[in-house]
């Protein structure tokens, strides 16, 4: 089993629909848990930060964490197609010194105008 | 704009030459991460510098090696490239938390 399970997609949807995106992981430890957002042939691009369980928003943007279930999801509301693009979970775990980021394969999104 | 530069943005290069890729991390970041991404494997750590120091190690390849200079900056070396060494090459920086920010990449095309 893989530490990180997210599915690759694609997804796709028309614009202005809420778009949820999902990861499962495996590994206990992990305590910080991020968003990433790709688009073809660029870095990956920081969406979202969170520690521990609970929700965080920003703007459009909603990252939701239950450590209880292993699993985390990102919402986008009033999808744009400008959103269009690969995200990608990461998570690390808490110490000092163990600050390398575990990904999912990401999740290939279009938002279809 | 990551403030995390990458060069060069494109390398070509024959099975079995060896090459350098060059990060500059954000300014004030002391920790430089590499990490791969490959279509079949997605993002994979490689290794960890913090302030010229080598703080973690991921599945790098032994024909592989990394170093952060004094000023900062980070070179990933590659030797004995092979085909399947072909990839997108990142580098990212933090501060002292959490979040990474990551620079454009090197497409590595290995012939």
């Known amino acids: 089993q893989k530490e990180v399970e997210q599915d690759p997609g694609p997804l796709s949807v028309p614009e202005g629909a809420i778009v949820s995106l999902n990861c499962t992981y495996s590994?206990?430890?992990?305590?910080?848990f991020m968003w990433y957002r790709q688009y073809s042939r660029k870095g990956p691009e920081l969406l979202m930060y969170?520690?521990?369980?609970g929700n965080k928003e920003d703007g459009r943007f909603t990252a939701q964490v239950d450590k209880s279930s292993k699993y985390i999801s990102l919402f986008i509301r009033d999808s744009q197609p400008s959103d269009s693009a690969t995200y990608l979970c990461?998570?690390?775990?808490?110490?000092?010194?163990?600050?390398?980021?575990?990904f999912g394969k990401g999740t290939k999104l279009s938002v279809i105008p | 704009d990551s403030g995390v530069t990458q060069t060069p943005k494109h390398l070509i290069t024959a099975t079995g030459q060896r090459v350098t890729l060059r990060c500059s991390p954000r300014?004030?970041?002391?920790?430089v991460y590499w990490y791969q991404q490959s279509l079949d494997q997605g993002l994979q750590f490689l290794i960890q510098?913090?302030?010229?120091?080598?703080?973690a190690k991921g599945n790098i390849l032994e024909r592989f090696s990394a170093q952060q200079f004094p000023d900062l900056h980070s070179e990933l070396n590659l030797s004995s490239l092979e085909l399947g060494d072909s990839a997108l090459y990142f580098c990212?920086?933090?501060?002292?938390?959490?979040?990474?920010?990551f620079g454009p990449g090197t497409r590595l095309t290995v012939t």
């Open positions: 990212a920086s933090s501060g002292d938390r959490y979040e990474q920010y």
């Open positions: 590994n206990s430890a992990f305590q910080y």
């Open positions: 969170t520690y521990s369980s």
């Open positions: 990461a998570m690390n775990p808490s110490g000092a010194g163990s600050y390398q980021l575990t």
């Open positions: 300014s004030g970041d002391l920790s």
């Open positions: 510098y913090y302030n010229g120091e080598e703080r």
